[in-house]
């Protein structure tokens, strides 16, 4: 079974690395400056050719509290007008973006995040969908994965029923933690009654899909209430759960200096946590995806990766990899064949070049040859847990033994550790290997032993 994992307290201890979350190969830290509007249309007059699928990703940054947590591009403000001027640029990028595509090119998935989605009034978001609309081919027939992300906070029935109408049909609520200490420790007092009316509007309203997000390792966290918590998770049902990490970085995150370190838990704990709700949600029938990630066995991205064909981009796990990623709004990304590209993290900027009828492209990269290669190899690994050799020969023209001949070495040191089972024909990572197979990736990356490993969080 693709779920089984085995859990290795020594080898997790061995193999526990800070290293990329591979939602692109080459990372985010590649990106440079060289990049920027000209490779963009270029990209985006490709796309129009070939007739590619969109997803569209929709960052709205604005916040009305902040979370020590949160390592987001965020705004944080009560005045619900600045979102006004935003929008205006932003509805002149969807413009200047739209001109260059064609009409044919369905948008199969769209997602809202942020920030906070909602800090948005109902008229803002209705404006919002149907600039939208009149841009880009969104479907009508609710067949695509339109999702957006909700602080339960900030939403109510009416809202739910709103995002209904407009064609949501996934949400995604962040939740972290339900116990009171740790909500306090790091500012979202969030009850779980109104988490539970969120998701009782949800399905209701027949949205497809509910998405629980939890965070292990805040401060004042310890085994035993981050299980009751899991606990309570479990008996709202949702979908799909994500269970990160919390990556302590307060010198590149200024909110997370307001947490304070002697609360956070030891690591030993912080892997009982994750060794616990590993247990729980197995036992509750979740199959674990990958990289923090769990599903229940009839819900798409299971039943993707059973089928060896799930796939994995900004949006994080996704059955539309296929289809050419567009990222509107402040830091957004996109991902338009062999184009990466992110948009000024700078709202200000972000909103000054839209004014002056200007992409707001700040940076990016081109894949070049030896980047597909690895992008490939690494995607296999990380959706499917396996990699079949033969075919990225085939794909790529290359000997693969040949080819990665120099990491031979410390593949085979994982297979003796029992990480992964090598062959002549393949890789399969193996059960105790599965929480780690971000470390496996990490082994065909080659521009890791470059960056400064203090950029990324740990594998677990």
């Known amino acids: 079974m693709l779920d089984a994992i085995r859990w290795d307290t020594d080898l997790i201890r061995r193999y526990d690395l800070a290293g990329p979350r591979y939602t692109s190969y080459p990372t985010a830290v590649q990106f440079h400056s060289q990049v920027g509007t000209f490779d963009l249309l270029h990209a985006l007059r490709e796309s129009r050719k070939a007739l590619r699928p969109l997803s569209l990703y929709v960052h709205v940054p604005f916040c009305a509290n902040i979370c020590y947590y949160c390592a987001c591009n965020k705004v944080i403000t009560k005045d619900r007008g600045r979102a006004l001027p935003y929008l205006q640029r932003l509805e002149q990028e969807i413009q200047l973006i739209a001109c260059h595509l064609d009409p044919g090119q369905k948008v199969e998935q769209l997602h809202f995040g942020g920030g906070t989605p909602t800090f948005l009034s109902h008229d803002e978001l209705r404006q919002l969908m149907s600039h939208l609309r009149q841009h880009f081919n969104l479907l009508d027939d609710d067949s695509g994965d339109y999702?957006?992300?909700?602080?339960?906070?900030?939403?109510?029935?009416?809202?739910?029923?709103?995002?209904?109408?407009?064609?949501?049909?996934?949400?995604?609520?962040?939740?972290q933690d339900l116990d009171p200490a740790v909500q306090r420790a790091v500012n979202r007092l969030q009850s779980l009654e109104e988490t539970r009316a969120v998701i009782e509007a949800a399905r209701t309203l027949q949205f497809r899909s509910i998405n629980i997000d939890l965070i292990y390792g805040l401060p004042k966290q310890t085994p035993d209430n981050f299980a009751r918590t899991v606990e309570e998770v479990i008996n709202l049902q949702p979908d799909r759960l994500s269970?990160?990490?919390?990556?302590?970085?307060?010198?590149?995150?200024?909110?997370?200096?307001?947490?304070?370190?002697?609360?956070?838990?030891?690591?030993?704990?912080?892997?009982?946590?994750?060794?616990?709700?590993?247990?729980?949600?197995?036992?509750?029938?979740?199959?674990?995806?990958?990289?923090?990630?769990?599903?229940?066995?009839?819900?798409?991205?299971?039943?993707?990766?059973?089928?060896?064909?799930?796939?994995?981009?900004?949006?994080?796990?996704?059955?539309?990899?296929?289809?050419?990623?567009?990222?509107?709004?402040?830091?957004?990304?996109?991902?338009?064949?062999?184009?990466?590209?992110?948009?000024?993290?700078?709202?200000?900027?972000?909103?000054?070049?839209?004014?002056?009828?200007?992409?707001?492209?700040?940076?990016?990269?081109?894949?070049?040859?030896?980047?597909?290669?690895?992008?490939?190899?690494?995607?296999?690994?990380?959706?499917?847990?396996?990699?079949?050799?033969?075919?990225?020969?085939?794909?790529?023209?290359?000997?693969?033994?040949?080819?990665?001949?120099?990491?031979?070495?410390?593949?085979?040191?994982?297979?003796?550790?029992?990480?992964?089972?090598?062959?002549?024909?393949?890789?399969?990572?193996?059960?105790?290997?599965?929480?780690?197979?971000?470390?496996?990736?990490?082994?065909?990356d080659t521009y890791l032993e470059q960056q400064n490993r203090q950029r990324f969080s740990r594998v677990i």
């Open 147 to 175: 999702g957006i992300e909700i602080d339960p906070r900030e939403a109510d029935w009416s809202t739910m029923g709103l995002l209904r109408e407009l064609g949501f049909n996934r949400v995604s609520i962040g939740l």
């Open 243 to 444: 269970v990160f990490n919390y990556a302590h970085l307060p010198e590149r995150f200024m909110p997370q200096r307001r947490i304070n370190s002697h609360e956070l838990p030891e690591p030993a704990e912080k892997l009982q946590m994750l060794q616990r709700t590993i247990e729980q949600l197995t036992a509750a029938g979740y199959r674990y995806i990958g990289m923090d990630h769990f599903a229940l066995p009839d819900d798409e991205l299971a039943i993707a990766q059973e089928e060896s064909t799930l796939q994995r981009n900004f949006q994080g796990y996704t059955t539309h990899g296929h289809c050419d990623l567009i990222g509107l709004g402040v830091s957004a990304i996109s991902q338009i064949g062999d184009l990466y590209c992110q948009n000024s993290s700078d709202l200000t900027q972000y909103q000054n070049l839209l004014g002056g009828a200007q992409l707001a492209t700040s940076r990016g990269l081109v894949c070049n040859q030896d980047d597909r290669v690895r992008r490939a190899v690494i995607q296999q690994l990380i959706c499917n847990f396996s990699l079949d050799f033969e075919a990225i020969e085939q794909q790529f023209n290359i000997d693969f033994r040949g080819y990665f001949g120099d990491l031979w070495p410390q593949l085979q040191a994982m297979a003796e550790d029992g990480l992964i089972k090598l062959s002549n024909e393949g890789i399969e990572v193996l059960p105790a290997g599965r929480l780690l197979v971000r470390s496996v990736c990490m082994v065909f």
